[in-house]
């Protein structure tokens, strides 16, 4: 496949826009190491947070390739500045208690099983790969979220109350999910990316369809809020970079 | 439920690493419910393609002998050799006796 530098940097910011979700995600999922509830848990959150580091590894390279320049899959994860990355706001919210990581996670793996399910019929064979990959471990991911916010939200009152409370502050940024940038809509008419927002109704559905069984009330706010998709990220963005990047900025090209 | 509130139950954990061979023990863990322990033990055992099954059973259902039984138990088979079925050559395309 021969692309034009235009269609490559594109292309690129395509993947970011999937990639950045796991990357930041992956970082916020593991923060919580040594920190779950209980240690089976715990385990299980940094494993997820693996999983989506492994998919974020496989994208980067991908987009390091187009990039050209000598650019590595470290480069782009370590070296940007907060404007270049194109996570949506959701990913990058705090982990607040684990109402949040759940509702979160349950919020995002939602959306992220039903974007990998298209992107499995993408005209790019390198993201059909990666897509083909990932789905089995989201379609987990999903499971495991799903499965917690029913457990507390059909728990106790405390915690019904608190994944309630988790679920109507984030969702404010679920919207932003169905939002398109410039690349994504080049992308989509271009058959390699996805049309999001061709399953917008059918997240809510799902997402409306758990809550419901969770004994937990669908939120009807209509007041959302969105930029992380084009690089305007929430206060808690510089925080996650800090850390993130603290390593290769210190020691500028170290390995191990 | 455990009486403790505190604590969910143990369950001891069974993978069969594959097809044609049996369960075997690998460890245990704690869960709320049946469920939760089928999941926490995919992410505590078989993350690694160690498995193609799991079985998880609830430690209070399980009966263990008293070590203290150990001499009533176990040593009388040790010192009657016609009860061990040594003296047989098994053909090497025997797997896992």
């Known amino acids: 496949m021969s692309l034009t530098s235009e269609d490559s940097h594109l292309r690129g910011n395509y993947i970011l826009t999937i990639a950045d979700n796991s990357l930041i995600l992956a970082q916020r999922l593991g923060e919580l190491c040594g920190h779950g509830p209980i240690l089976e848990t715990d385990i299980a959150l940094t494993n997820i947070s693996l999983d989506l580091l ?17 650019k590595t899959e470290d480069d782009i994860a370590f070296l940007r500045i907060e404007r270049e990355y194109k996570n949506c706001l959701l ?35 390198t993201l059909v790969a990666i897509a083909n990959k990932g789905i089995k471990e989201v379609s987990y991911h999903k499971r495991f979220s799903g499965d917690w916010v029913k457990r507390l939200g ?49 997240y809510y559905e799902e997402v409306s369809e758990v809550l419901k069984e969770a004994t937990l009330t669908v939120p009807e706010n209509k007041y959302f809020t969105k930029g992380g998709k084009e690089g305007v990220h929430t206060e808690h963005m510089g925080y996650i970079l800090a850390e993130l990047q603290y390593m290769q900025r210190t020691f500028p090209n170290m390995q191990w | 439920m455990s009486n403790n509130k505190k604590n969910w139950p143990l369950w001891e954990i069974f993978v069969r690493s594959k097809n044609g061979l049996e369960h075997r ?13 089928l999941e926490n033990a995919r992410d505590v055992y078989t993350r690694r393609n160690e498995g193609v099954s799991i079985w998880v059973v609830e430690s209070k259902n399980i009966t263990a002998s008293n070590p203290e039984q150990n001499g009533e138990l176990f040593e009388p088979a040790q010192d009657k050799v016609y009860r061990h079925p040594t003296f047989y050559d098994l053909p090497d395309e025997v797997k896992h006796m």
């Not at chain 1, 492994?54 to 000598?70: D, M, P």
């Not at chain 1, 949040?100 to 919020?107: G, K």
């Not at chain 2, 023990?25 to 322990?37: C, P, R």
Request: no cysteine; net charge negative.
């Open chain 1, 54 to 70: 492994g998919q974020t590894r496989s994208y980067y390279q991908y987009a390091a390739k187009l990039a050209g320049e000598g």
């Open chain 1, 91 to 125: 990913v990058e919210q705090p982990n607040t208690h684990f109402g949040y990581v759940i509702a979160r996670q349950f919020l995002f793996d939602v959306y992220h099983f039903m974007l990998l399910e298209k992107l499995q019929n993408s005209a790019d064979e």
């Open chain 1, 154 to 202: 059909d728990g106790t009152e405390e915690s019904n109350q608190k994944m309630q409370e988790a679920i109507n502050d984030l969702w404010r940024f679920t919207d932003e999910l169905f939002y398109m940038t410039d690349a994504e809509k080049a992308m989509a008419k271009d058959g390699a990316g996805v049309d999001v927002s061709t399953f917008k109704e059918k």
């Open chain 2, 25 to 37: 023990h690998f460890g245990s863990l704690h869960a709320a419910d049946a469920e939760m322990a």
